[in-house]
């Protein structure tokens, strides 16, 4: 998935990339990459373990969805 999917469907998943050190990606030249940005290339990029990541961003998802 795209970081910029993850991002646009999750808008609470910005504070998790920040907290690891990622750019603001929603404007700029960084918002441009992140469009075509493949999740697991940012996590790398940054030196955050795939995993930790996902786990984190999940947890974030889990909280931004409203109960059923």
Known sequence: ???WSILTSW?????V????????MRRGLFGITARI?????AARI????????LQELNAC????Q???
């Open 1 to 3: 998935m795209r970081v």
């Open 11 to 15: 808008p609470s998943t910005y504070e």
């Open 17 to 24: 990339f920040r907290k690891h050190g990622c750019p603001d």
């Open 37 to 41: 940005m493949p999740l697991a290339w």
């Open 46 to 53: 940054h030196g955050i373990p795939l995993q930790d990541l």
């Open 61 to 64: 998802v889990e909280r931004e």
């Open 66 to 68: 409203p109960n059923a």
